[in-house]
Each structure stands twice: as C-alpha cells, then as structure tokens.
C-alpha cells in the first residue's frame, strides 16, 4: 500500500499562483497523475506525468497554465499553477494507481 499526502492547497486571487506537492511512501516507479474534483462535478484528470518525467499531459482548460513535474527520486510530484481562474476551485487529489491521496482545496477567488 502506497500512501500519497497532498499539500500546498488554499486560497489564492484570481491571476494568482499555488504550487501543489505530493509524497509518495514508497517508490512511484509510474505515472502520476493530478485530478481535481469541484463541488457538484465528476472527478476530473488535470495533468499526468510519466515515471522519467519527459513526457506530460494536461487538460485543454490548463495548458500553458499549468505544470506538472516530479522530483529525481520520483516520489514527489507536484503541481505549479499559475494564472488562476475561479473556475480552477476544487480539491485536488494525487493519483499514483491504484491509490489516492486524501486531497488538498484550492479556492480561488
């Protein structure tokens, strides 16, 4: 069993930045993945990341927004989000399969 722990959420303005992070207990020798899930809404794939880390994907509404990327080791994973839309809120789990983190908010306004 691999826990992911989540950090770096909160509040931020809108034009704003939050940086994400997320450790992994053990190695996370595959991708990762962050999602993200707003009040009333599915479940929703925000960006990916393979184990090597050069190759990455992200949903259309955070590209060239948003980066994705994962230290040498591998265990930890983070998020740079930059340019924040309210549209952004909600609370963003790790994904390393098949386990979640318990999830961190992010309230932009």
């Known amino acids: 069993h691999v826990q992911l722990v989540e950090s770096g959420g909160g509040s931020a303005q809108v034009g704003g930045s939050l940086r994400l992070s997320c450790s992994a207990s053990a190695d996370a020798l595959m991708y990762m993945a962050w999602f993200r899930q707003a009040p009333g809404q599915k479940r929703e794939a925000v960006a990916a990341?393979?184990?090597?880390?050069?190759?990455?994907m992200y949903h259309d509404s955070v590209k060239g927004r948003f980066t994705i990327s994962r230290s040498e080791d591998k265990n930890t994973l983070h998020l740079q989000m930059n340019a924040l839309e309210s549209e952004d809120t909600g609370r963003y789990y790790c994904?390393?399969?098949?386990?979640w983190g318990q999830g961190t908010q992010v309230t932009v306004s």
């Open positions: 990341i393979t184990t090597g880390g050069s190759s990455t």
């Open positions: 994904r390393l399969l098949p386990f």
